[in-house]
Nanobody, 117 residues
Framework: QVQLVESGGGLVQAGGSLRLSCAAT????????MGWYRQAPGKQRELVAT???????NYADSVKGRFTISRENNKNTVYLQMNSLKPEDTAVYYC???????????WGKGTLITVSS
């Protein structure tokens, strides 16, 4: 089993910045992918950014150039640096961990980010 601990959500004004962190603990041999998804009220959960075990990154078009995902050196902790936040970034952000070698998906409890205009 893998546990995910998220931190860093909150309220910020438009144009501001926040950083999310997600630490994975438990029976971990590696991961295929870690990342962040978000769900706004009345909308489906969507990908924000992911980082593969090999270090490649993937971003939603809506956050490219504003958000950066990174990993703490050799640790199962990822960060999401969010700059130039917009009201439409308001959502609950969920950390996702896809384990290696079993490709099992784990989800954090979610952290709310509210961007005021």
């Amino acid at each position: 089993q893998v546990q995910l601990v998220e931190s860093g959500g909150g309220l910020v004004q438009a144009g501001g910045s926040l950083r999310l962190s997600c630490a994975a603990t438990g029976s971990i041999f590696g991961f295929n992918r870690m990342g962040w998804y978000r769900q706004a009220p009345g909308k489906q959960r969507e990908l924000v950014a992911t980082l593969s075990g090999g270090g490649s990154t993937n971003y939603a078009d809506s956050v490219k150039g504003r958000f950066t995902i990174s990993r703490e050196n050799n640790k199962n902790t990822v960060y999401l640096q969010m700059n130039s936040l917009k009201p439409e970034d308001t959502a609950v952000y969920y950390c996702n961990f896809n384990s290696w070698p079993r490709s099992e998906d784990y989800w954090g409890k979610g952290t709310l980010i509210t961007v005021s205009s």
